[in-house]
């Protein structure tokens, strides 16, 4: 029986979202990579339970992760029946539908039959009543925004979500999305988009939309699919993402200038006594209105570095005119 470390919320920081009621752990876990069938299920329960250990408590899933589409859910759903039945309150879980998941034309993008049907079918999966935050994962481009968010607006009242996001919405499809939600009387949680050193979009207006309208941000892939670390520093290690699971990080991406950028991120980083992925996600979270910076992990280690963070030195201005230096 699984018995959670018992000082473990004194270990993490916690961050308000937007201007909700919800509080956020600086660092979240998701379960897109390391958590479908390519995955043995001990591995997956390690990783689950080291988090939670740490303060950990908001694990981020999507009806397609997996492989195949679906599994992690499935696979969390048992996690689910094993350890955290009995902490369900202790945790925020968050899923999501937009892109493709089930053939034909209503498992795929934004309609109204598609989000309401696909949470259906995760809440099944995760052995759950209800997830905390349910999200659109992309804008579509098709679909009148006025049914996407009174399809996210129905869920909130249906409650079988407590609370409602989007994810890479550009600035001006979130600013329109946020006005939308609102006008029905239901207020955008949080906005998920992709942000790192190596992925400075969201600097470009929509971190600006975001805070002034009082919605949370959670930046995924902080350490673009683990280039911002030290392992390939050297070469490709075979337990890499880019070795073991190359769907979303071709090795061919990993090319001598990147590698040479990366290096030299990471000596900036040992000069500030961090890890390149602690100085990575630093970096994420120097903005207060960051509110979680949303990890992946293969294994219980990653999880336990990328931690310290919450201890991180401040930046002075000249580590971030050299990180500017090299990523703007
Ligand atoms: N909304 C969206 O469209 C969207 C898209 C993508 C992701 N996401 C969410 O964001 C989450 C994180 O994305 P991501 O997995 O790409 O994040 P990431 O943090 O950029 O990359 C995670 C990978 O980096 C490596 N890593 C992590 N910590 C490390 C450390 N301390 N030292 C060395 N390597 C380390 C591991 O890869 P190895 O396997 O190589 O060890 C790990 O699987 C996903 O699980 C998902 O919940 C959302």
Same mark, same amino acid.
């Given at each position: 029986?699984?018995?959670? &470390?018992? =000082?473990?919320?004194? +270990?993490?920081?916690?961050?308000?979202?937007?201007?909700? /009621?919800?509080?956020?752990?600086?660092?979240?876990?998701?379960?897109?990579?390391?958590?479908? #069938?390519?995955?043995?299920?001990?591995? !997956?329960?390690?990783?689950?339970?080291?988090?939670?250990? &740490?303060?950990?408590?908001?694990?981020?899933?999507?009806?397609?992760?997996?492989?195949? %589409?679906?599994?992690? +859910?499935?696979?969390?759903?048992?996690?689910?029946?094993? =350890?955290?039945?009995? &902490?369900?309150?202790?945790?925020?879980?968050?899923?999501?539908?937009?892109?493709?998941?089930?053939? @034909?034309? %209503?498992?795929?993008?934004?309609? *109204?039959?598609?989000?309401?049907?696909?949470? #259906?079918?995760?809440?099944?999966?995760?052995?759950?009543?209800?997830?905390?935050?349910? $999200?659109?994962?992309?804008?579509?481009?098709?679909?009148?925004?006025?049914?996407?968010? @009174?399809?996210?607006? =129905?869920?909130?009242?249906?409650?079988?979500?407590? %609370?409602?996001?989007?994810?890479?919405?550009?600035?001006?499809?979130?600013?329109?999305?946020?006005?939308?939600?609102?006008?029905? @009387?239901?207020?955008?949680?949080?906005? !998920?988009?992709? $942000?790192?050193?190596?992925?400075?979009?969201? +600097? !470009? /207006?929509?971190?600006?939309?975001?805070? =002034?309208?009082?919605?949370?941000?959670?930046?995924?892939?902080?350490? *673009?699919?683990?280039?911002?670390?030290?392992?390939?520093?050297?070469?490709?290690?075979?337990?890499?993402?880019?070795?073991?699971?190359?769907?979303?990080?071709?090795?061919?991406?990993?090319?001598?200038?990147?590698?040479?950028?990366? *290096?030299?991120?990471?000596?900036?980083?040992?000069?500030? @006594?961090?890890?390149?992925?602690?100085?990575?996600?630093?970096?994420?979270?120097?903005?207060?209105?960051?509110?979680?910076?949303?990890?992946?992990?293969?294994?219980?280690? !990653?999880?336990?570095?990328?931690?310290?963070?919450? &201890?991180?030195?401040?930046?002075?201005?000249?580590?971030?005119?050299?990180?500017?230096?090299?990523?703007?």
């Amino acid at each position: 029986m699984y018995i959670p &470390h018992s =000082d473990r919320y004194e +270990e993490m920081t916690y961050r308000r979202c937007g201007k909700s /009621g919800l509080k956020l752990p600086l660092i979240s876990l998701g379960l897109w990579h390391n958590f479908g #069938d390519i995955t043995p299920f001990m591995v !997956q329960q390690t990783l689950l339970r080291t988090a939670f250990d &740490h303060g950990i408590t908001h694990f981020d899933l999507a009806n397609n992760y997996g492989p195949p %589409y679906g599994e992690a +859910e499935r696979n969390f759903g048992e996690h689910m029946r094993r =350890d955290w039945h009995t &902490h369900r309150d202790e945790l925020v879980i968050s899923t999501k539908a937009g892109y493709d998941m089930w053939p @034909g034309p %209503y498992g795929d993008f934004g309609s *109204r039959k598609y989000l309401i049907s696909s949470l #259906d079918q995760s809440l099944k999966r995760m052995n759950v009543d209800y997830v905390d935050v349910f $999200y659109h994962h992309r804008p579509d481009p098709s679909t009148p925004i006025e049914e996407t968010m @009174g399809a996210l607006h =129905d869920i909130v009242r249906s409650g079988k979500a407590l %609370y409602v996001g989007i994810s890479n919405y550009s600035a001006v499809q979130a600013e329109e999305a946020i006005r939308v939600l609102e006008s029905m @009387g239901t207020h955008m949680l949080i906005h !998920q988009p992709s $942000y790192s050193m190596l992925n400075r979009a969201p +600097e !470009q /207006g929509l971190l600006d939309v975001l805070s =002034d309208r009082g919605v949370g941000c959670i930046a995924f892939s902080p350490l *673009r699919n683990g280039i911002l670390t030290n392992k390939y520093l050297h070469g490709i290690p075979a337990d890499s993402r880019a070795a073991s699971d190359p769907r979303y990080l071709k090795p061919d991406y990993l090319t001598d200038e990147l590698l040479d950028k990366v *290096r030299a991120l990471n000596t900036i980083a040992h000069d500030r @006594g961090q890890s390149l992925a602690e100085m990575a996600l630093s970096w994420v979270v120097r903005h207060d209105s960051m509110t979680s910076v949303l990890i992946g992990a293969s294994k219980p280690e !990653q999880i336990l570095q990328n931690c310290k963070i919450v &201890h991180a030195p401040p930046f002075s201005k000249s580590e971030l005119d050299a990180i500017d230096a090299l990523t703007l």
